[in-house]
């Protein structure tokens, strides 16, 4: 039953990825990335990773997406990104792009192939996932402290960052008359 | 679940190549943005099943989800920043069409 999901949530979350880079408007890309995001986070769940698909709910479609829709309604680019897209050679040079692509895939697949032998499933028990909290939180404050240390301070240099961008903008807009 | 990781591997590798494609064929700042994001979770995926393979009933391997959780980490603060660059080029330039953007000769 929770292998027939996985191939079925595997297959919508390809088809929405696809559906990011093919939709006409910028709002069509950033609901279909819902979607296959929705689709990771119930396939982290029948992994075993509880933690890890709230925080892929959470981060990721709470916060990362809910951005990603300021900017698009800020700048107003649901039907304008649209029409400039499709006037543009969008197809330009596609071929040796999508054989790229294709050279990449295939040598991924060929990778996971020849070392086929090492793999096996892992089963979980139910109700008890892989990462249970405890022993993640033991994990990162324990073995990983030092790189939690260091995300904490990237955290803090990204916001210093997005004020600094945000703050010099407005001033040149002041000086510069609005538009 | 029953399934092997390397069919999660395989997951991982056809959303990273979608999120390549994207990234080089669209044109949309906004958009290649999102490939970026696709592709991080594409390498999310990909700790998962090493974690996850590298796990028995007995021990439990939680290397993998420690480094998903930075990446999710990264990815959050990617996304503040490049949004915060495209608001910023919106208002010099009124677009965000990568073609636009050929001051550097890119």
Redesign the interface.
Known sequence: M??IL??VL?AI??AS??G??LAKS?MM??LS?LG??FC?AV??L????Q??AA??IL??AG??LV??L???M??N?GDM?AV??RS?A??EG?AA??G???A??IG??GL?AAS?A????????PGKG???LN??AL??FGR?SL?FEA?SI??LS?MV??IA??KR?RKT?RGGGK? | ???????????A??????????F?????V??V???I??ML?AA??TF??A???H???QV?N??G??F???V??????E???G??????L??LK????S?ALSEMKG
């Open positions: 929770a292998e996985f191939y595997s979350a390809l990825a696809a990011v880079v910028p890309s950033v990335l296959s995001f990771l396939i982290y029948l992994a075993g990773f933690f890890l925080a892929q981060v990721y916060a990362i951005l990603f300021f900017v698009i800020l700048l680019l990104g400039a897209e543009n969008l197809l596609t792009k999508l790229a692509v294709l990449l895939g991924i697949v996971v086929r090492a793999f096996r499933p892992v089963e979980v028990e892989l990462d249970d022993a993640l994990q990162l990983y790189p995300a990237l955290l990204t960052a997005v961008l945000a903008q807009d538009a | 679940m029953n399934v092997p990781s390397e069919h999660l591997l395989v997951l590798a056809g959303l990273f190549a979608i999120g390549v494609l994207g080089l064929i669209r044109r949309n906004i958009i943005l999102m490939c994001e696709l979770n999310n995926l998962l099943a974690s996850r393979q796990s028995t009933a439990v939680l290397d989800a420690v998903s959780i930075f999710i980490l990264v990815a959050a603060c996304a503040a920043v949004l915060a660059l495209i608001i910023a919106f208002r009124q677009t965000v069409e073609d």
